[in-house]
């Protein structure tokens, strides 16, 4: 009886001690399940950090290039916005230097403005809308860097998310249960579990950072346990860092104080200028991409330079330019005719200009034995330059003064365009024989003895 019970006592124990190594295993593989689930998310979330800062990069990338066409390039934005049927938003209107419209070097643009002829007054979006991209016509909101993903732009800047899509803290629209739960882990009961340092929002349907310290005057909490400015508002100095967050105002107010953002309060005797918020001092110029110092004196913003002609500030590319205009800060578009040839625009001969030829200014090919100045080549319209640095046309086309043309319309050439004939004719005479001579218009009369 004895040995019967020590039996059923070890089969007890050994039946006791396989539950509990079950037990274990149990416990383990559950929770390298849960490892490989979060290894998963980081893995995720650090595929989505990579793609959003190879958009980023790429699009400053598209906003630095260089034009070198005559076309600027048009950065498409993420968000999304659609025209809506009977919406209809109001035009605005503005004035832009008409320089920005000129494509040809030798053809001047004369401004529609009634005030100042080297302006054009164009139609655009008033604010708080932007032109749509797939048609130019239209107008459709824009939320800028808000509402990027998952969702619509509505008038007034308002983003609507898709279903199944809320607005979290960031204004962007993120995936609620059972799509998925950034920051968390969703439940087949539709529930949502946040990860460390996060908890559900007031909806519940959301992870959003926790931060165990209450965040201070116009601070958020944006990431778990920091405290960060909310939108529009900055820290200062080190020295300073203890007066928190502070408003900012882009450009500088000037002559006035930042009290929100983008919203300055000018000193007593300054005012804030049509569609300007820096506060300037009274000035009949125009200073756009600037800021009026006093009566006449108009400061520019790094990057542009002072236009006398329209008494604004221009966008500066340094000497690089000559052939081209300057449409933003070190951003060159080349004429018709011209190519970007790293800082500088060259002019292009289609078919070259042979080995003795350079080709300095569209198909027009300056002709010289020895290499010289632009301006003291023998030009070469339409043709080739030989051996002996002559221009010379090929079969089929006769030469008149600097271009190769058809024999037949020589003449109508000759009597349509007397200007410019003139003016090839003097210009030919001073590079062939001119420079031999030195003419002058002085006379002197000498007084007899």
Request: proline share 5%.
């Given at each position: 009886m004895s040995a019967l019970l020590r039996s059923l006592c070890l089969h007890s124990v050994l039946l006791v001690l396989f539950l509990c190594v079950l037990q274990a295993l149990e416990l383990q593989l559950h929770e390298q399940q849960l490892q490989q689930q979060r290894d998963e998310q980081a893995r995720l979330r650090e595929e989505q950090r990579q793609r959003d800062l190879q958009r980023e990069h790429e699009a400053l990338q598209r906003r630095l290039s260089s034009s070198t066409t005559t076309r600027k390039p048009y950065v498409i934005p993420n968000g999304l916005s659609l025209p809506r049927r009977g919406e209809h938003p109001d035009k605005c209107y503005r004035e832009v230097p008409a320089v920005f419209f000129q494509y040809d070097k030798e053809v001047k643009i004369v401004g529609n403005s009634t005030t100042n002829r080297y302006f054009?007054?164009?139609?655009?979006?008033?604010?708080?809308?932007r032109r749509y991209e797939y048609d130019w016509s239209q107008c459709v909101p824009d939320c800028g860097d808000r509402c990027q993903e998952n969702g619509f732009c509505l008038a007034g800047g308002i983003c609507q998310c898709f279903e199944d899509f809320v607005l979290d803290y960031r204004h962007n629209c993120v995936p609620t249960c059972p799509l998925g739960c950034p920051h968390g882990r969703c439940f087949l009961n539709g529930t949502c579990k946040c990860d460390r340092g996060y908890e559900l929002d007031g909806s519940r349907r959301f992870c959003q950072p926790q931060c165990n310290a209450?965040?201070?005057?116009?601070?958020?909490?944006?990431?778990?346990?920091?405290?960060?400015?909310?939108?529009?508002?900055?820290?200062?100095?080190?020295?300073?860092?203890?007066?928190g967050c502070q408003p900012i105002c882009i450009p500088d107010?000037?002559?006035?104080?930042?009290?929100?953002?983008?919203?300055?309060?000018?000193?007593?005797?300054?005012?804030k200028r049509l569609n300007s918020s820096s506060c300037e001092a009274i000035c009949y110029l125009r200073c756009q991409n600037g800021f009026c110092a006093n009566l006449t004196t108009c400061v520019c913003q790094n990057g542009y330079r002072y236009d006398a002609n329209t008494t604004?500030?221009?966008?500066?590319?340094?000497?690089?330019?000559?052939?081209?205009v300057c449409i933003s800060p070190g951003n060159c578009r080349c004429f018709n005719g011209y190519?970007?040839?790293r800082e500088r625009c060259e002019a292009v001969c289609v078919g070259g200009c042979g080995f003795y030829g350079k080709c300095i200014a569209p198909n027009v090919c300056g002709c010289a034995v020895v290499p010289s100045p632009d301006q003291i080549y023998q030009r070469c319209q339409h043709g080739l330059c030989n051996s002996m640095g002559r221009c010379r046309c090929q079969v089929g086309k006769t030469r008149f003064i600097d271009k190769c043309m058809s024999p037949d319309t020589v003449t109508t050439y000759a009597s349509m365009d007397t200007v410019r004939v003139n003016g090839s004719l003097i210009q030919e005479f001073n590079l062939l024989l001119g420079r031999h001579f030195n003419f002058t218009t002085n006379t002197q009369i000498w007084d007899q003895p």
């Open positions: 054009n007054v164009i139609e655009v979006c008033c604010k708080g809308w209450t965040c201070g005057h116009n601070e958020v909490c944006l990431e778990p346990g920091k405290c960060s400015c909310a939108e529009g508002y900055a820290r200062g100095l080190r020295e300073s860092s203890a007066l107010c000037g002559y006035g104080h930042c009290v929100g953002p983008n919203d300055c309060r000018c000193f007593p005797g300054y005012e604004s500030c221009l966008p500066d590319c340094g000497h690089t330019c000559d052939n081209g190519v970007r040839n």
